[in-house]
Structure formats: structure tokens, C-alpha cells
């Protein structure tokens, strides 16, 4: 539906097809998509693409209604960090959180493998490793599906017993919610360098015993789990954070690191902490 008098340009096509589609809870699934007829472009670990479907896509059965349906001759676009390796050429995977009064979200649970899926060319984000010297050690923070940037940049820049440390600190409601969970914990067994720690905040829900951390991502941060990990408390001078996912966890944790003398990376000023916010 266009405005009287303008005319609409033409949507884009759905140039793109999923070719899997793998469910961890009915709120989270990874997404593979393939560029159809095109080769897809180069990226950085941590950028993010953006997908689409028009709005006459069908909605999940686990979505409430739209306060304002979407037009559905139109592309709803959102925004998805990369999950999958910047030296995979074939697809690209997206890590995708249910929001159920969303736009986009609930109409991306319904898609199967081989339904079609606008994915723009274009890939953007400075959320990567470009301002970390070689040398420092990384931690990746997380909640949710804020893990996905950290997936690509593991599969990239981990070098598996190399120098450098790198610890992923992941936060979710449920075991059941903490995606990539057994990758995470094979790459902790093959690499000494590399650290995966993960916590949630419903330890009562589970069906049984839950042995490891339970509380705020943060926590694992003030508690002393990332240092007894790796033998020393991570400052400034030895060491970057990547933040990722809600709202509340980002403003969290840069509070607290600012307190130990981090600072928020900037276009202008150089800093210790990479922030990308989802919403
Ligand atoms: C750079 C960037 C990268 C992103 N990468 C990812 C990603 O890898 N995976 C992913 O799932 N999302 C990611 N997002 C969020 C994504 O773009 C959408 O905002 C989200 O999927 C909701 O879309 P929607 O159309 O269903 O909801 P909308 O109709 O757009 O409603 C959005 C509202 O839902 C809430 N919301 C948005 N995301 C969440 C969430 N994850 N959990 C709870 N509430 C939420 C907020 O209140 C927000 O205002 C990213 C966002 C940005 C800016």
C-alpha cells in the first residue's frame, strides 16, 4: 500500500533460500540462508546482514496478533549478526530470539527449509576485532542470542593453544536456552586457551540439578569465575570485552568495568569495551 499521489518502488525480490533450519527451544532458532544466483559478500566476524520477508509471510503459532498488521506487500527488515565463519561462502546462519509481539521475529519461525528469504548485500558493523591488538586477551559477553557475533569471531581469530586468551560468558533463563552450549564446551576441552563460561537465571526450572553458575552474566565477572579460569583478574592493559545482547546487561557491565578503568570504544576515542546493542 503506498501514500496517494507516491509512487511505491518495487520491493526487492527474496533472493536468498534456507537451506536449514535448527530449533534449540520453540523461542530460539539458528537459521542457515544461502544467496540464490549471487555470491555473497565478505564480511568481518561480529558485522551483521539484514533479512527480510514481506508481511503476507505467515506468523508463527506461538505469536500474538500485530497491534498494527504489516502491509504485506512490504518487506519487514531487520537487522542479524553473522554467526557462521567469515570464511564460509556457501551461507550465512543467523541466531534468532522469538519476540512475539514482533514484526519480523514471529514471521522468520514459520519459514522451512527451502522457503525463500530476502538477505541484503550489504553487511555493516564496527563490533569486531579490528581495534584489538594481536596480543590481548578477549572476553565475550553475552546474553541470549548475543552469543552470534562471538560464534564467527571464535571460528576466526581462536587459535586453538595460541597466545592469546579468550573466555565467552554467556547468560540465559534456562540450560535449555544456552545455544551452541556443546561447541562452546568442546572448544573449552580442545583449547587451554579458551574459556566458556555459562550461567542462568531460573536454576529452579530445571529438570535437574544445575551443577554450574546461576545469576547475572556479570556476575561471573565479580565473582572471581573468570579469574580462578585464568589465573589473573583481566585489566585494561591486558585486555578487551565485547558486550552483546540486552539492554540492561550492556549498561551493567559497562558501569561495572568502567569502575576498573575500562573505557566504551568510540569512533573517535580508542577504548577496551565493544558494545552492540540488539534493542
Ligand atoms: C546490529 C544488530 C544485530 C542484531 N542481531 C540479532 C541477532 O543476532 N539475533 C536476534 O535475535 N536479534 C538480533 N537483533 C535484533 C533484531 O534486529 C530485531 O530487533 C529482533 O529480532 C526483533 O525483531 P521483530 O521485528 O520481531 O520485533 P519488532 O517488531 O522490531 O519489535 C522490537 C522490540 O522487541 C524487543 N526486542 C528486540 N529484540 C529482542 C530480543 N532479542 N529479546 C527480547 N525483546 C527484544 C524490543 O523491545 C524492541 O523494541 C539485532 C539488532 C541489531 C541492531
Same mark, same amino acid.
Given at each position: 500500500m503506498s501514500e496517494p499521489g507516491r509512487t511505491a518502488l518495487p520491493e526487492p525480490k527474496l533472493n536468498a533460500v534456507v537451506t536449514l533450519r535448527d530449533e534449540i527451544s520453540p523461542w530460539l532458532i539458528i537459521l542457515r540462508v544461502a544467496a540464490d544466483g549471487w555470491a555473497l559478500p565478505d564480511f568481518r566476524p561480529g558485522q551483521f546482514a539484514v533479512i527480510g520477508l514481506p508481511g503476507s509471510a505467515p506468523r508463527g503459532t506461538l505469536a500474538l496478533p500485530e497491534e498494527h498488521p504489516s502491509d504485506p506487500d512490504k518487506l519487514i527488515r531487520r537487522a542479524y549478526s553473522i554467526?557462521? $565463519?567469515? &570464511?564460509?561462502?556457501?551461507y550465512m546462519d543467523f541466531y534468532v530470539a522469538l519476540?512475539? $509481539?514482533?514484526?519480523l521475529t514471529p514471521r522468520l519461525f514459520s519459514l522451512q527449509i527451502g522457503d525463500r528469504i530476502w538477505l541484503g548485500p550489504k553487511i555493516a558493523g564496527m563490533f569486531t576485532f579490528d581495534q584489538v591488538p594481536a596480543a590481548e586477551s578477549v572476553v565475550m559477553i553475552a546474553t541470549g542470542t548475543g552469543l552470534a557475533p562471538y560464534m564467527s569471531m571464535l571460528s576466526t581469530h581462536l587459535m586453538c593453544g595460541g597466545p592469546r586468551r579468550i573466555a565467552v560468558l554467556h547468560g540465559a533463563r534456562?540450560?535449555?536456552? &544456552?545455544?551452541y552450549r556443546s561447541q562452546l564446551m568442546t572448544l573449552q576441552h580442545l583449547c587451554g586457551n579458551f574459556t566458556y563460561l555459562p550461567t542462568i $537465571?531460573?536454576?529452579?526450572?530445571?529438570p535437574t540439578p544445575w551443577v554450574d553458575a546461576a545469576g547475572y552474566v556479570q556476575d561471573l565477572w565479580t565473582n572471581g569465575a573468570l579469574d580462578r579460569s585464568w589465573g589473573f583478574h583481566p585489566t585494561p592493559e591486558n585486555t578487551h570485552v565485547f558486550l552483546c545482547g540486552s539492554p540492561a546487561m550492556i549498561d551493567g557491565a559497562v558501569e561495572l568495568l568502567g569502575r576498573e578503568g575500562f573505557k566504551e570504544q568510540t569512533k573517535k576515542e580508542a577504548g577496551q569495551i565493544h558494545v552492540e546493542r540488539y534493542w
Open positions: 554467526a557462521s $565463519s567469515s &570464511l564460509t561462502r556457501q519476540v512475539t $509481539s514482533g514484526a534456562h540450560s535449555w536456552d &544456552l545455544g $537465571s531460573r536454576p529452579a526450572d530445571e
